[in-house]
């Protein structure tokens, strides 16, 4: 791994890990700065030099019955050269950030080739991790242009303005109706009956 460039996690945490400006290698000698079991409380993942940052999300449950939501990727392209381009804390949390003014998500521009096996395999990881009622999953394309995945994320925020927001907006969906889609998927899953606006 030596001169690679990397993105370094916390793993193990209940939280999503925090992606910062400078969770960003490379690291000449890697080897020489973590102890042999690294892995136990380190995620290193390659870092992918390409501006196709994408998300994708599930609500429903998977094969059943499941709704996939608009791809999104991140616009960088009014982001000072220079920056990285991730999408990371700065982007979410820091509005003096220049990634938090400059960043936008938009609908995915994707061969449908690629559109059609990122939403297999989305469908297949919701199963296989035994996510519930909905999801999103965060990838990256590699210079080929072959999607690699960054993460899962079983419970990604429900804040009006994050990136499941987003894509249900870009489906035509109010923040209302997103919101009761996933209280509703719950509900079925559950055998739940509402009654009066108020579940049983």
């Known amino acids: 791994m030596k001169d690679a460039p990397f993105e370094e996690k916390p793993a193990l945490k209940q939280k999503e890990p925090v992606v910062r400006q400078r969770s960003l290698g490379p690291v000449p000698d890697l080897e020489e700065y973590v102890a042999p079991d690294w892995w136990r409380s380190l995620f290193n993942s390659l870092y992918l030099k390409t501006d196709a940052d994408l998300s994708m999300g599930i609500v429903g449950n998977p094969p059943e019955s ?80 072959l999607p690699k995945l960054l993460e899962v994320n079983p419970n990604p925020g429900w804040c009006w303005d994050g990136h499941l927001a987003k894509m249900a907006k870009i489906a035509g969906m109010s923040y209302a109706e997103m919101l009761a889609a996933i209280l509703k998927t719950a509900e079925q899953r559950l055998g739940l009956q509402p009654t009066n606006g108020a579940l049983n």
């Open 66 to 145: 499941y709704q996939v939501l608009p791809i999104i990727e991140e616009d960088y392209s009014n982001l000072p050269e220079g920056l990285p381009r991730i999408c990371g804390y700065e982007a979410k949390w820091l509005p003096s950030s220049p990634y938090w003014k400059n960043l936008r998500s938009v609908p995915a521009r994707l061969p449908d080739e690629t559109k059609k096996l990122l939403i297999e395999w989305c469908a297949r990881l919701f199963e296989r991790l035994e996510c519930r009622d909905y999801a999103r999953f965060d990838w990256r394309l590699d210079s080929a242009g």
